[in-house]
């Protein structure tokens, strides 16, 4: 799933918040430097799932082309996003 800039903001606010809240941070850097980072981190994990969606449809599309009719779309799908996902390391 895509997410907006404001929404990955939103959210690494409200985690860094509930951890300070909490109490089971300390942060060596500035805070704003740390939400920095993490929203770095968000988007890049996001890139890599919007990555997997892409190839996963073309693989599917491919699939498809050599056997129409053979297979059924939402089951394979299923079975090969959890597959590659694992593969890279990708937590869905």
């Keep these: ?17 509930e951890w300070k809240k909490l109490g089971l941070v ?12 993490l929203m ?5 994990e996001n890139q890599k799932l919007v990555t997997l969606e892409e190839e996963l449809k073309k693989m599917l599309d491919e699939l498809e082309m050599k056997q129409p009719g053979g297979f059924d779309r939402q089951k394979m799908y299923g079975l090969l996003r959890q597959r590659l996902a694992k593969e890279r390391g990708i937590i869905l």
Aim: aromatic share 8%; proline share 0%.
């Design 26 to 37: 300390v942060f060596k850097a500035s805070e704003e430097t740390v939400v920095q980072r």
């Design 1 to 17: 799933m895509k997410l907006k800039d404001s929404q990955v903001s939103y959210l690494v606010k409200a985690i860094v918040n």
């Design 40 to 44: 770095e981190r968000f988007r890049e």
